[in-house]
């Protein structure tokens, strides 16, 4: 084959991708669009957060010490993404086009960086459009780009920070803008910490070793002195809200199934990341030491998703990783002419489609209709009517959006429980005494166990209490509706 037919097929492979790329970021974007609108919660973790920047606007702290009154509630997270969750609830009229403005920014510029990245490495623009792309159409990133949870702007952060590791390491300032980048993910996030890191230790080593050591240094000395910092000030309370209230029970039989899902997603872009690892490691190609290393961390990431309560999006850095495979490898062997380039370009059309039905079956067909909607307005109408605290396992963004605050998150204070550091005994008393004006249950036990003691959500306690002393009146929006009994029904 000539150089000119491998030219014209390199152009036309290049331009099939895109288009089906582009063509899917457009049908994504109008997903995005429908969820910027919508008036209500769709993740359980939205509720929390938006009490957290309604706390943080009134004076009050987010970390309190301790659970010994209402509200039981609990801070996972460091306090940046809480405090631009807050400051921008007071340019918007609704907290909820707010906080996905916030997330969905800070996701549209983490695609940005990656293919910034990409070209950074290879001066190639087509693959860094494609690796960009290829990102943009995982699930797990079209999923939580909207939703009001910390891990884009953590994960955006980092992202930059590696971006300028790459573009400017051999600058003096160059490990000092990038600490305060890993520093800024980290008070987003916690695990985003170590991806970023150790992509961005490897980088400066394999060029510098001094900047390396520094980046280290500066770096462990800002971690170390933000989180003393914060827990100085909170007397304690930024480490148990952190880091024991994370502590929740381990399984990797829960992660392995989401590891299988995952790969069936991407079982292009995985194998060829594999293919190139191990290519990498005979040939000695230093532009692969950045997602190679970046790649071992983001696995103990994900791996990380067998603790309990915890979802896909600890797999979003290994959606990274794929996405920088990708390009690297597109752009080395379009350098390098390679005959099989067709098969490549092949083979990403595929893993492309699989992207798009995986999207469309997940996201663009459903939700968000017209008797969803009529659910919804239903339980929003009963949660504002009632005057007395109300309890929810799965709306808590709409009992604070109506009621101003929660007074518990019962997945979380169900974990402390069980690990001994809560005591229930006081909330229990008060669901016996029908203190609760209607208790929303989306989460019983007998959907996740025979045994009550395993709910994620309620403990045997709790579920034993709500039994005797409410009642169901209905189902709205997959809640069951439990008002108190009146006092000659429990006796």
Same mark, same amino acid.
């Given at each position: ?221 800002? *971690? =170390?002195?933000? $989180?003393? @910092?914060?827990? %100085? ?8 809200? &952190?880091?024991? +209230? ?74 990274? *990783? =794929?996405?920088? $495979?990708? @390009?690297?490898? %597109? ?8 005959? &099989?380039?067709? +098969? ?148």
């Amino acid at each position: 084959m000539s150089p000119k037919h491998r030219l014209w097929i390199d152009r036309i492979g290049l331009l099939f991708i895109l288009t089906i790329l582009a063509i899917t970021f457009l049908r994504t974007n109008q997903y995005w669009a429908r969820m910027l609108r919508h008036p209500y919660s769709v993740d359980y973790g939205e509720g929390p957060l938006l009490h957290q920047a309604r706390v943080l606007l009134s004076g009050n702290t987010i970390y309190p010490v301790g659970w010994t009154d209402y509200p039981y509630t609990v801070s996972n997270y460091p306090p940046l993404y809480i405090t631009a969750l807050a400051m921008s609830s007071t340019m918007f009229k609704s907290e909820l086009m707010a906080g996905r403005v916030v997330t969905l920014s800070a996701a549209i510029a983490s695609v940005v960086f990656i293919g910034l990245i990409i070209h950074s490495l290879t001066q190639d623009l087509g693959a860094s459009v494609i690796a960009a792309l290829i990102f943009a159409a995982s699930p797990i990133f079209v999923r939580w780009a909207t939703l009001i949870r910390v891990d884009m702007l953590a994960l955006a952060l980092s992202l930059l920070a590696i971006l300028i590791a790459v573009r400017f390491w051999s600058t003096t300032w160059s490990p000092w803008l990038v600490t305060l980048l890993v520093t800024a993910a980290f008070l987003t996030r916690q695990t985003t910490l170590l991806a970023a890191t150790v992509a961005v230790f490897v980088w400066f080593l394999s060029h510098d070793g001094k900047k390396a050591r520094a980046f280290l240094l500066i770096g462990g000395i800002s *971690v =170390l002195g933000v $989180f003393t @910092g914060l827990n %100085l000030v909170t007397r304690g309370g930024f480490f148990l809200h &952190t880091i024991v +209230a994370n502590m929740n029970d381990y399984s990797l039989g829960r992660v392995l199934p989401m590891f299988t899902i995952f790969a069936l997603t991407m079982p292009i872009l995985i194998a060829i990341a594999l293919s190139e690892i191990g290519g990498a490691v005979i040939a000695k190609r230093p532009v692969m030491m950045l997602p190679a290393s970046y790649a071992v961390a983001a696995i103990g990431v994900g791996l990380a998703a067998g603790k309990i309560g915890a979802g896909y999006n600890y797999f979003l850095e290994l959606s990274v *990783v =794929l996405a920088l $495979f990708c @390009g690297t490898v %597109l752009a080395r062997w379009r350098a390098s002419g390679q005959k &099989t380039l067709p +098969a490549l370009y092949l083979l990403l059309a595929v893993q492309s489609v699989i992207l798009v039905s995986t999207n469309y079956t997940l996201f663009y067909s459903t939700g968000l209709d017209d008797s969803a909607r009529i659910q919804l307005d239903k339980l929003a109408g009963l949660i504002e009517a009632e005057t007395e605290p109300v309890l929810a396992d799965e709306h808590l963004a709409e009992v604070v959006l109506r009621q101003g605050q929660i007074v518990l998150q019962p997945f979380e204070m169900t974990q402390l429980s069980r690990q001994g550091v809560w005591d229930q005994t006081p909330l229990v008393e008060d669901i016996r005494t029908g203190k609760f004006g209607l208790i929303l249950v989306s989460h019983p036990p007998s959907s996740h166990s025979s045994n009550a003691a395993q709910s994620t959500h309620w403990t045997q306690e709790m579920w034993t209490a709500i039994v005797e002393a409410y009642e169901p009146e209905g189902i709205w929006a997959d809640a069951t509706i439990y008002r108190p009994m009146a006092i000659d029904a429990q006796q």
